[in-house]
């Protein structure tokens, strides 16, 4: 009886330190421990032995007892430290692998250029101001001296709200004049630009929303050379020194004498022609639109309270899309409006 112990005992010792796993574990405590289990077998025979010897086999069988339940325990914790190593390996963080870029965004390129423009004006001294798109016709026709039945005033070129049609979206920066000149008294120097709305079919060149930048500066003694130098300080400034800009002359209700300003087509250098073909940025003119401007009316001046004998002041209104494809070499204004981010992504 003492060899079957004895056997038991290695047997299962063996077994226990060979364990693969808890249950593995759980499954030799049956068979050794258990109620039908070996060693339990082995005391119910114990009954067969002499009186001195059972108290001696006693003693031996609970050994192998306490022996199996010590290594049973001991391979428990043993397991239980592995499986913890083999789960730290596999979700081990290394915070030494460098870390994914995110991808930043930039600034939309009409609001690159808008920001270059800005600059130059901030830098002559310029307040930049802003204002309501939704413009009273009196802002934005009456008090700039477009009278009623003046053709820009059309149903069909401007948005608006009213029957009455005193209530619209403005169709140019322009009221931004009067708004500024009600609460400011000469000198000023004023940059106002927004999003302006006119009933325009979508195209290369036009959009039903566009922006423009008002300018306008009132003091004593103020001539077209001031504007002049003003215009031309920018175009250098955004298109290079020796970019080339001319002045025509042209109408406008709210300044006289006025002028337009044009800038030679960046596309076909002035020629009107690339491979033969009409220039599709210019139409052919060589020449792109850039602004209008001119002397502010005296009617204007007026109509703010201010005294023309006393006071002149120069305006001009220039389109930011136009700006933005010349300086970046944009050929279809459309392209500034769909945000289809591989063509931004350019700039
Ligand atoms: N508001 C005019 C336009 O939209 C431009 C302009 C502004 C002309 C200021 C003269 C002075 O065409």
Redesign the pocket.
């Given at each position: 009886m003492k060899q079957q112990l004895e056997r038991i005992r290695s047997e299962a010792l063996a077994a226990l330190n060979a364990a693969a796993d808890g249950q593995e574990l759980e499954a030799l405590r049956v068979r050794y421990l258990g109620k039908k289990g070996e060693l339990t077998a082995v005391l119910k025979q114990m009954g067969k032995l002499s009186p001195e010897e059972r108290p001696v086999m006693g003693q031996v069988a609970n050994n192998v007892r306490a022996a199996i339940e010590e290594t049973l325990e001991q391979a428990k914790t043993h397991l239980a430290a592995k499986a913890m190593e083999v789960r730290l390996q596999a979700e081990a963080v290394d915070v030494t692998i460098p870390g994914e870029a995110v991808a930043l965004g930039h600034q939309h390129p009409m609001n690159m250029v808008l920001q270059e423009i800005k600059d130059i004006f901030v830098g002559m001294g310029y307040q930049v101001v802003d204002g309501p798109e939704v413009e009273l016709a009196s802002y934005n026709f009456t008090r700039l001296n477009i009278e009623e039945g003046h053709p820009s005033r059309d149903r069909s070129d401007t948005f608006y709200f009213t029957d009455d049609d005193s209530l619209l979206l403005r169709?140019?920066?322009?009221p931004m004049q009067i708004r500024f000149m009600e609460n400011h008294k000469p000198p000023l120097c004023m940059l106002a630009p927004g999003r302006v709305f006119r009933k325009d079919e979508a195209d290369a060149t036009h959009s039903p929303m566009f922006h423009?930048i008002?300018g306008l500066v009132v003091d004593e003694g103020i001539t077209m050379g001031d504007l002049k130098g003003a215009l031309t300080t920018l175009m250098k400034r955004i298109y290079g020194e020796d970019s080339v800009m001319r002045f025509r002359p042209h109408h406008?209700p709210?300044?006289e004498p006025?002028c337009e300003m044009d800038m030679q087509c960046h596309k076909c250098q002035g020629t009107g022609e690339v491979d033969g073909q009409v220039c599709s940025t210019c139409h052919g003119e060589g020449w792109i639109e850039l602004?209008?401007?001119?002397m502010v009316h005296p009617k204007v001046l007026e109509n703010c309270g201010i005294d023309p004998e006393k006071y002149s002041g120069f305006?001009?209104?220039m389109g930011l899309e136009r700006m933005a494809m010349g300086r970046l070499r944009i050929n279809d204004l459309r392209l500034i409006f769909d945000n289809d981010v591989r063509f931004l992504n350019q700039f």
């Open positions: 169709t140019q920066t322009s423009q008002e406008f709210f300044t006025s602004l209008g401007a001119g305006a001009f209104g």
